[in-house]
């Protein structure tokens, strides 16, 4: 049985972490504060599904003031996913909860992980918003991130400030860099939940721009299969690898597709592009393929169903 901590571990992609490793017989501590960033009762029922497991261990509380390196003493892998994540609200006054919760948090995580003495892997949470803009798609490790807002600076700091502590204090990083995640328990605060929302509400959904932004998006399971694969390989420390979908999908489209799957058509309501949303994205996964053994297994139109499934039974 491994020793293992997850923060973030009551969020979208850190409480289906848990359920993971849980179920692969592995011991995990989860550390969630709760924050209000969106409704803190749906972190409850994220956490409801493991947290009476013999095998698992609630830390609640601000990672920054937590006695971290009395946790970290036997722990052997810490999956880092906690942090302010959403592009819109790290303009203006949001921003001072981007550096606390992304660059300071994993400051401070790393100060006690470069002096535990049994940990092998630290995977931590990165973003595709380091890129921006992209030059070429689909986009490769190898390019200069530029960030197009305020949450992609914080998530590149955080992530080149793990570069620092392996470089200088060997501790052994492996940064994922999440293209859009989607599927069972996804923030409310992004585009399907949204959509599926409106939905059944008989709203109009809500399309930044003119809708022909393109996105590759990621479902749930790959990403936690390429947390598992970063945890475990060695020839993994101290890369970076971009996980993506496999496929860049014009938005208007899942629009179509989402239609299909609820059987009626959807209303849309086109607003303002927002700052700091990239125009396209798209991964290029050779890397984590050849590294990491990832292949995306699940598609768009499976995913959708199982996130459709999942906003029914939350909202109905
Ligand atoms: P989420 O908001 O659902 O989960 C993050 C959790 O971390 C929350 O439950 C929050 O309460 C907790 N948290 C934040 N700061 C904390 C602190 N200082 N101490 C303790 N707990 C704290 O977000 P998510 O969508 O699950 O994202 C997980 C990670 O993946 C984040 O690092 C995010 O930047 C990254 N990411 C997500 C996506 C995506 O599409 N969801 C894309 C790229 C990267």
């Not at 991130?145 to 992530?159: D, F, H, N, Q, R």
């Amino acid at each position: 049985m491994t020793k293992i901590i997850v923060t973030g571990a009551a969020g979208f992609i850190g409480s289906h972490l848990v359920n993971i490793l849980l179920q692969q017989g592995e011991e995990v501590i989860g550390i969630d504060e709760f924050n209000d960033y969106y409704d803190p009762l749906l972190k409850r029922k994220n956490l409801a599904t493991f947290e009476n497991s013999p095998n698992f261990t609630l830390v609640e509380g601000d990672i920054q003031f937590l006695d971290l390196s009395k946790l970290f003493q036997d722990v052997e892998i810490v999956y880092h996913q906690a942090a302010q994540a959403g592009v819109r609200n790290s303009w203006g006054q949001g921003f001072r909860a981007y550096t606390e919760r992304n660059i300071n948090t994993t400051q401070v995580l790393l100060e006690s992980a470069k002096d535990a003495p049994n940990l092998r892997r630290l995977v931590f949470a990165s973003s595709s918003s380091v890129y921006g803009d992209a030059e070429t798609l689909p986009t490769d490790e190898e390019i200069s991130p530029k960030p197009v807002s305020p949450y992609g600076i914080t998530k590149l700091a955080a992530e080149r400030l793990c570069g620092l502590y392996h470089k200088n204090f060997g501790v052994p990083f492996v940064s994922l860099r999440y293209f859009t995640v989607y599927g069972p328990r996804q923030r409310p605060d992004m585009a399907f939940h949204k959509f599926f929302k409106a939905v059944l509400q008989d709203e109009a959904i809500p399309v930044y721009g003119d809708g022909q932004q393109t996105r590759d998006f990621t479902f749930i399971s790959d990403i936690v299969a390429a947390n598992l694969a970063a945890g475990s390989l060695p020839e993994a420390v101290g890369e970076i690898f971009n996980v993506g979908g496999g496929s860049r999908v014009v938005l208007a489209e899942v629009l179509d597709t989402m239609a299909e799957i609820v059987g009626k058509p959807i209303k849309r309501n086109h607003i303002d592009k927002a700052m700091g949303d990239a125009r396209h994205t798209a991964a290029d996964v050779s890397k984590a393929q050849k590294i990491l053994g990832y292949r995306p297994q699940v598609s768009l139109r499976e995913g959708l169903q199982q996130e459709w499934e999942w906003v029914k039974s939350l909202y109905l």
